[in-house]
């Protein structure tokens, strides 16, 4: 089987690197072109004729896009590149993955709800994205839908990885430097390891190669729910348990609105992900048990 991954230096496509090499030969792919036994192959999603080239030379059976343009709040301003990497690029991949009867497995994010309500989203409930991210996320959903290919679009949310930057590295950081550090306390979803990304995918998409009913839309983050604030102060306080020197003492619990950002934040980024536990037999660990696994990586415990 011919795997083409994008974005393989990411959180989760640094994962994916390692959990696809099991299924079959992978090209992997960043925004820099490389030269591969099919060519040199263009993974940059803002070269929209490039990657298209690239699919065709290579025609994979399978193309996994971990790439994206994730940076929320810059994405308000840089909006042209936003659009042209979580949409378009996503309808490229797409329409080659269609003419190639390929399967296309791909990310996207539970801010394409407007995040009102404290209910976990289901795949069914109406999209309503509260950024301009949000917005090309779900526009690059909608035009792999439509194209007709066969697909699994995970929705996921508060990732973190060993690899990268993320919330949980940022807090140890700011604990090490800072007496006092003010998180946010209203807002409310579930820490998703870039590592549980990768071997869900790999799990779906061999039952989804077998029974090509299975393609959709899914939800998926480990079970249980947090805030950033009590998120903080699990990370924080498994340091200092595990003798990790600390500068802070006083974790305020602060309120979305005394944190203003460019981008708006959903309040609520609950997923129910019984339609992926179901479709594939899968149990979900809970948050905490990814999370104390990277920190003891990150800790060297
Ligand atoms: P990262 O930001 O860690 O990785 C994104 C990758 O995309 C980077 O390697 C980046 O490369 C690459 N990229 C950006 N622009 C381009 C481009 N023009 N061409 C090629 N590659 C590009 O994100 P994650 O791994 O965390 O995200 C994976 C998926 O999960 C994405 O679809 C994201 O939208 C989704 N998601 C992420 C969440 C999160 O909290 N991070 C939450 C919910 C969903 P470079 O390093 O060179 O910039």
């Keep these: 089987m011919k795997i083409l991954l994008l974005g393989k230096n990411g959180q989760v496509g640094w994962e994916l690197q390692r959990a696809l090499s099991v299924l079959g030969e992978v090209v992997a792919l960043d925004r820099h072109p490389a030269v591969t036994p099919y060519g040199t192959l263009s993974g940059d999603l803002s070269d929209l004729t490039g990657l298209r080239a690239a699919i065709r030379s290579f025609a994979p059976d ?28 996503s309808g490229v991949m797409a329409e080659e993955a269609k003419a190639l009867d390929a399967l296309l ?53 508060w990732v973190y990885a060993a690899r990268g930057n993320n919330f949980a590295k940022t807090m140890l950081r700011l604990a090490r430097e800072r007496q006092t550090l003010s998180v946010i306390v209203d807002q409310v979803g579930v820490p998703t390891g870039a590592d549980l990304l990768a071997d869900v995918a790999v799990a779906a998409l061999q039952k989804t190669l077998v029974d090509p009913a299975l393609c959709g839309i899914y939800h998926l983050a480990p079970a ?5 604030h009590a998120y903080a102060s699990y990370v924080i306080e498994f340091a200092r348990t595990n003798g990790e020197p600390l500068a802070v003492e006083t974790i305020n619990p602060i309120a979305t609105t005394e944190y203003p950002t460019p981008a708006s934040r959903p309040m609520n980024s609950r997923l129910a992900t019984d339609k992926l536990r179901n479709a594939f037999s899968l149990h979900l660990p809970d948050w905490q048990s990814g999370v104390t696994r990277v920190l003891m990586e990150a800790l060297n415990k």
């Design 105 to 157: 497995v791909h990310y996207s994010t539970d801010y394409v709800f407007d995040g009102t309500g404290t209910t976990p989203w289901r795949e069914t409930d109406a999209v309503a994205p509260v950024n301009y991210y949000g917005a090309t996320k779900l526009e690059g959903e909608q035009l792999i839908v439509a194209s007709g290919c066969k697909h699994l679009i995970f929705r996921t949310s």
């Design 62 to 89: 399978v193309i996994v896009n971990a790439a994206a343009y994730t940076a929320v709040d810059k994405a308000e301003k840089e909006r042209e590149l936003a659009h042209t990497v979580n949409a378009l690029a």
């Design 224 to 228: 249980g729910e947090t805030s950033w």
